[in-house]
C-alpha cells in the first residue's frame, strides 16, 4: 500500500478517510490534539512533518489556512511527492501551491462535489472536479483512474479558472441562499408545495455547513461577489416593483 498523509481533521476529513483507508496507509495531522479521532477512524496519527514526508500528501484545510499551511510545510514536502488538495476553489489554492512548493513537487487539484450530508449513502458515481496541474509520472495517472475506477466518482476535468466561474453559480449561489433560509429558520408546514419542499432540502443539505466552508466557498472564489451581488440586485429589483404595486 502506498503512503498518505492527510492534513486537518475536519468533516470532511473524517467523511472521505474511511473512503480511503482500504487503498492507503494513512498518517494523519491536525493542529487540534484528535489522537481518540484518528484512532477512531482506524488510521495513525502522526507530526506535519511525518505526515509531510508521504509519498501523497493530501491538505484537506480551509482556505483561510492554506497559504500559511504551504509556507510552514514547503521544506517538509519531498520534491517526488504528489501533493493534493481538497478545497471548494480551485485558482487561489493551485497559485499558492505552485508558488511555494518545489518545482518538481506533482500537484492534483480536486474538488469532491459531495461531503458528509450528500455522500451519506455512499460516494460511487458522484462528481469530483480534478485539475491536473503538473502531470509527468504514472503516479498522477494513477491517481486519476484510482478516482474513477476504484471509488468510481464521476470525474469533471477543469481548470481551476473554468471551476471557479462554474462554482460561483452552482455552489455560492446556493450556499447563499442555503445560509440565508436557515437564518431564517423557514418552518416545515403541511400545505406546502414541491418548491417550497425544494426550499427546506436547501436548508437541510447547506444551511448547517461549517462557517469554515461558507467563507471557502464565498470569499474564496473570485468569481462569487459578482453572483451575489448580482442576485441581490435583482432581489431589491423585485421588492421596489412590490412595493410600487
Known amino acids: 500500500m ?26 494523519v495531522f491536525d493542529e487540534r490534539p484528535l489522537q481518540e479521532d484518528a484512532k477512531q477512524l482506524g488510521v495513525a496519527w502522526g507530526s506535519i512533518e511525518a505526515v509531510c514526508s508521504k509519498e501523497i500528501v493530501v491538505a484537506g484545510v480551509p482556505i483561510h ?11 517538509m514536502i519531498k ?22 512548493l518545489h518545482p518538481e513537487v506533482e500537484i492534483i487539484a480536486t474538488h469532491p462535489l459531495f461531503g458528509p450530508q450528500s455522500g451519506k449513502h455512499g460516494i460511487k458515481g458522484l462528481n469530483m472536479v480534478v485539475c491536473p496541474v503538473r502531470l509527468r509520472s504514472a503516479k498522477v495517472k494513477a491517481m486519476m483512474r484510482f478516482f474513477s475506477e476504484t471509488l468510481q466518482l464521476n470525474v469533471l476535468e477543469r481548470t481551476p479558472v473554468i471551476h471557479d466561474k462554474q462554482m460561483a453559480y452552482v455552489q455560492a449561489l446556493t ?9 431564517m429558520d423557514i418552518p416545515d408546514v403541511e400545505q406546502k408545495t414541491p418548491a417550497y419542499q425544494f426550499l427546506l432540502d436547501i436548508k437541510r443539505n447547506l444551511g448547517q455547513d461549517s462557517w469554515d466552508l461558507f467563507l471557502t466557498i464565498e470569499n474564496g472564489n473570485p468569481f462569487a461577489k459578482e453572483v451575489r451581488d448580482q442576485f ?11 412595493d410600487k404595486k
Open 175 to 183: 450556499h447563499f441562499i442555503g445560509r440565508a433560509v436557515n437564518e
Open 232 to 242: 441581490v440586485e435583482e432581489l431589491q429589483k423585485l421588492n421596489e416593483i412590490l
Open 79 to 100: 520534491p517526488d511527492t504528489l501533493f493534493i488538495d481538497i478545497c471548494s476553489v480551485k485558482v487561489k489554492p493551485v497559485t499558492w501551491i505552485q508558488q511555494y
Open 2 to 27: 502506498q503512503q498518505l498523509g492527510f492534513i486537518g481533521l475536519g468533516s470532511f476529513g473524517r467523511f472521505i478517510i474511511p473512503h480511503l483507508r482500504p487503498y492507503f496507509n494513512i498518517t
Open 65 to 75: 489556512f492554506m497559504e500559511a499551511l504551504l509556507i510552514q510545510i514547503k521544506d
